[in-house]
């Protein structure tokens, strides 16, 4: 028998356990000089710049491939149209986006619960028109924040309200760690749950 009868089909399932069972690494930064998403999984790495306008694709950790995000979205604006939404279409098929919505929530807390939390800082600045409704905001975020005490590492969470501005702001870091094939399966199995023909009909009737 050939040797590589037994080595290729060796090699093929190694590299399908490799892949099935790595590490997908996600971060995402919003500051207010930074808005950055990046992906990383088995030396590959896609960054999506905000501020700049930029996508990067990565291997083992040099730049291969930038691309500018101006020229595209100049494009989109001079050749797009204006869609109107019909809210009377999404009114009455509120079944089907509730049925939508909640299979996506519970997608969305699976994937939660396979992935581990590197890193959560967040700096939230508390700031409305009326100081009175500030000050309301502010204490509900500081009692929910104790609620959340288990979940999440509040020494890096600072909540603070400025009673002089009027807009809230807000500078996010979070790094995610999962498997790629807890994304596989989630996705998979969300996809076969979604009601995907009456999904097509309703976003047809609804946006024109």
Known sequence: MN??????????????????????????????????????????????????????FYLFGQKVLTNSMRKKQVKVKKAGKKRKVNYII?????????????????????????TRLERFALSLKIATPEPAFTGIVYGTLSSLSYSLRPFLPLKEVYIYPDFQAETPRANLEVSLKTRFFHVIWIGLKTFLLLPKISLLKTVKKAFH
């Open 3 to 56: 040797l590589w009868f037994i080595l290729i089909p060796l090699v093929i399932l190694a590299s399908l356990w490799i892949s099935f069972f790595s590490r997908i690494f996600i971060q995402l930064i919003l500051k207010d000089d930074t808005k950055k998403a990046s992906f990383t999984w088995l030396g590959c790495g896609f960054n999506l710049d905000w501020s700049a306008q930029k996508t990067c």
């Open 90 to 114: 999404l009114w009455k098929k509120k079944d089907v986006i509730l049925k939508i919505l909640k299979i996506t929530l519970r997608a969305l807390i699976d994937m939660l619960r396979k």
